[in-house]
């Protein structure tokens, strides 16, 4: 139990619960991804939780992944595999709940999402002795579980720069060379403030190689970029990440849009000799007016979406493709839209709508916009609404995809509160 917080000369106290933090987070300068979830059993014991289990979400996003340590799990325990679509944790996963389960002799596991930011990392399950104590004494308990999940949730995503145990537990299937390299470029396909929230999706998980996004956001403005190389395989990736290195370099140094769409032509051309190409769509956001501004270079027209449908296709003249130094001497063109607060853009690759069925027919735009706009309008957060429509997007060609596929959709003035439990 806490004790008071001051003693009898009125000095303030650390309570139990700050010293097990204190515990928590000076341990964690000495662990690495793996020593984590010893270090989490310890702080859950002495807040009255145990047994506690992290279950970190795979990259499709189709299972919950038991995080253990290399010890294995403990004595009578068997942690399976979690389906995000068929277990309550994967519902508390789908929608970003706080949920509880009923167990024997009175007690409950709690599942608290697993949160990086806005990005969904999975789940945390605690055990409590009864239903009561989690929102007993003005809700204290929920308290620390939530403050434990986030925590929890950024010391995995820290230590996982300096181990490839996370990572490889995330996996479910052999990862190829090209799509290792896409993923560690990748920032992560989920943010939001309270003027913007940003969701992407990628696949073929595993082997993708030629697709890419990325995005930075500012004090006032949030750029964007969608890229798709020709082919697939090393080559293909080898050219996206030249185009993401080239477009973050420009983004940094302050470049406007055109300029930096320049200079990713420059150095892809430079690099390729004119041999490679990819198309790409370059997009800022004005975060306080809501002005959207975009140059294409040869890649598909994203949509502008409100009040539940396509408002419009956003057109501009395209340029050339990126590496084939039709840029260098001509001024590219540039849109521009006005965005009201609640409006949604979405950038997509041309192995989105392009996709067929073993029968030939297209996944098609109509399908896409149908899906999005139908999984947001039912209250789904935005990383759900993406992963549904990759989910879709997969059975449709019936797990296979014939070429890469990207979505980045992107939304103005959005209910961040929705992203949080």
Known sequence: MTRDHTDGSGHVRLSDHERALARLMRGAHLAGDHDLPRLFEEYAASIGVTPIRLYL??????????????????????????????????????????????????????????????????????????AEDLDAHDGAMRTRLMTFAALAAELVMTKTLYGDTVVRLRRTAPMGLAAETQWSMLPPLTFSNGQVTISGGLEPAYEVGGDTVDYAVDARTAHLAIFDGMGHGLRSSQLAAMAVASYRNARRTGQDLTRTVRLVDEAISLSFGGEAFLTGLLAELDCESGRFTWISAGHPAPLLLRDGGVLKELHVEPSLPLGL?????????????????????????????????????????????????????????????????????????????????????????????????
């Open 57 to 130: 979400v795979d990259l499709q996003q189709r299972v919950l992944v038991p995080f253990l340590g290399p010890a294995g799990p403990g004595k009578d325990e068997n942690p399976e595999t979690l389906s995000v679509d068929a277990t309550l944790a994967g519902r508390g996963y789908q929608r970003v709940e706080i949920l509880t389960q009923p167990l024997d002799r009175g007690r409950v596991r709690v599942w608290v999402p697993l949160l990086d930011g806005t990005e969904r990392l999975g789940m945390l399950a605690a055990t409590l002795p009864g």
């Open 325 to 421: 130094s039709g840029l260098l001497d001509e001024r590219p063109s540039i849109g521009t839209e006005s965005l009201e607060p609640g409006d949604m853009v979405l950038l997509y690759s041309d192995g989105v709508v392009d996709a067929r069925s073993p029968t030939g027919q297209f996944f098609g735009i109509d399908r896409l916009v149908g899906l999005v706009t139908r999984h947001l309008g039912a209250g789904l957060p935005a990383p759900e609404t993406m992963r549904r429509v990759i989910t879709s997007l997969l059975d449709h060609q019936q797990g296979q995809l014939d070429d890469d596929a990207s979505l980045l959709l992107v939304q103005f003035r959005p209910d961040g509160t929705a992203l949080l439990p």
